[in-house]
């Protein structure tokens, strides 16, 4: 596949990703577009924050109930057998090692697996980590979904995180639109790459890497 991919082809692949009959909390922001690539043969029972197990694609024209909308407040779908619970109950889901996964963006990701995904330094950032914490260490593996560079061309997979860490040595898999990179215990190893050679992104990271 060439790249860089878009956010929506990378949620494609992500789902794709995803075992069968998995329970998964996807993280507000470009993780929620994963949703709407999920086979419902697939069996996949997506969990949000905010209390609802069950939830279905993103929802347009009539199919929108304002009632119903996951974390990032976007309106979605039910499938059949979905449940609603309150905060506390959907806290203990996350804290207790009841998911199989959770995919959440990230503003840094560390090369001994650290997430970094709730505040810059930013006035306008949000004021607190919120349940993001809770997913990074609850969930049985914890998939990332990013740009490899900012903007302004800064590795977003770093040597160590310069922003307030959401959680330590937590991420399992890092999803880009260039490469995807799982973690090892020597460190993030390229397992997968959309257009540009490994070596190339490599050179661009400075960081050790372990090629596919």
Excluded at 22 to 35: D, M, R, W
Aim: net charge negative.
């Amino acid at each position: 596949m060439t790249g860089p991919l878009t956010m929506d082809q990378l949620a494609a692949v992500i789902a794709r990703d995803i075992p069968p009959g998995s329970f998964v909390n996807l993280g507000i922001g470009h993780p929620t577009k994963v949703a709407d690539h999920l086979p419902p043969e697939a069996g996949v029972v997506l969990h949000t924050e905010n209390g609802m197990l069950g939830m279905g694609p993103t929802a347009t024209g009539a199919d929108v109930d304002p009632d119903l909308i996951n974390a990032g407040k976007i309106p979605v779908t039910e499938l059949p057998g979905a449940a609603y619970f309150d905060h506390a109950s959907s806290f203990a889901m996350m804290r207790g090692g009841h998911l199989d996964f959770c995919v959440l963006g990230a503003y840094q990701v560390s090369a001994g697996g650290d997430l970094a995904n709730w505040h810059t330094g930013a006035a306008d950032d949000i004021p607190a980590v919120g349940g993001a914490m809770d997913l990074a260490i609850g969930a049985k593996s914890v998939f990332v979904m990013m740009s490899l560079f900012t903007r302004g061309g800064a590795p977003k997979l770093v040597p160590r995180c310069t922003y307030p860490l959401t959680g330590v040595g937590c991420v399992s898999r890092v999803y880009t639109d260039l490469a995807v990179f799982d973690f090892t215990p020597e460190g993030p190893r390229i397992t997968r790459t959309f257009g540009t050679p490994a070596a190339e992104l490599a050179e661009r990271l400075a960081l050790p890497y372990l090629a596919g």
